[in-house]
């Protein structure tokens, strides 16, 4: 079946350190998702793209649509400790009927 | 995680045992989904419905049945469980395909 490549795996980084990851795809997507989950809870929204090209910001995090709709990207800028978490890329390929592919998740851990 | 509930949150079963994992949402939403998590994981699709009378299978769906009698409800049920099945779960929701999905906080469930 389809997969998502998501890295890197983990990240531990110093408090106020920038963040990049990214998820790529050997399919077209017509959406692509980020979430962050924290333990014992479920995944929660951070950011929705729905067009390529598509540069979206929330706050200290910003992520992009990829030109070719195979890939996406999320950035975190200085980094505090409450960033801490899994966070998972997340794509509708075409004609999925609203179905998501997930990636296997990017663990951050932030030191202070 | 806007208006999807899971029940039970945790659960323990002895192999071969039955239950069901309920989900139920009160947005209104057509399409509703199971997905499970296992360690170093992402989510993977079990089943999914585009609306009430509908289901499908996703990416991981034997062992498990679902049913969507009504828009509201869609519960998840183990018919014999097995250890293979322990796992976490999320039930899913969104208006339509290609809208932006909300998660259920999750049900942790182990099979013995």
């Known amino acids: 079946g389809q997969q998502l490549n998501q890295s890197p795996q983990s990240m531990f980084i110093q408090e106020g350190e920038d963040v990049s990851m990214n998820c790529t795809s050997s399919?077209?997507?017509?959406?692509w998702l980020w979430y962050k989950q924290e333990p014992g809870e479920g995944p929660v929204l951070l950011i929705a793209l729905y067009k390529a090209g598509e540069l979206t910001s929330n706050g200290r995090l910003t992520a992009q649509f990829g030109i070719t709709r195979k890939d996406s990207f999320l950035n975190i800028s200085a980094s505090i400790p409450s960033d801490v978490g899994i966070y998972f890329c997340?794509?509708?390929?075409?004609?999925?009927?609203?179905?998501?592919?997930f990636g296997k998740g990017t663990k951050l851990s932030v030191k202070p | 995680n806007a208006g999807v509930t899971q029940t039970p949150k945790f659960q323990v079963l002895k192999t071969g045992q039955s239950m069901t994992l309920q989900c139920a949402q009160d947005?209104?939403?057509?399409?509703m989904s199971w997905y499970r998590q296992d360690p170093g994981m992402g989510l993977r699709l079990i089943h999914y419905s585009v609306g009430a009378g509908i289901t499908d299978q996703g990416e991981v769906p034997n062992g498990y049945n679902v049913s969507r009698s009504t828009t509201e409800d869609f519960p998840l049920r183990l018919l014999s469980a097995a250890p293979s099945q322990t796992s976490v779960y999320f039930c899913a929701s969104m208006p339509t395909p290609g809208n932006t999905i909300y998660f259920g906080e999750g049900s942790w469930l182990t099979v013995v």
């Open positions: 997340a794509g509708q390929p075409r004609g999925s009927q609203g179905n998501l592919i």
């Open positions: 947005m209104n939403h057509e399409y």
């Open positions: 399919s077209i997507f017509n959406t």
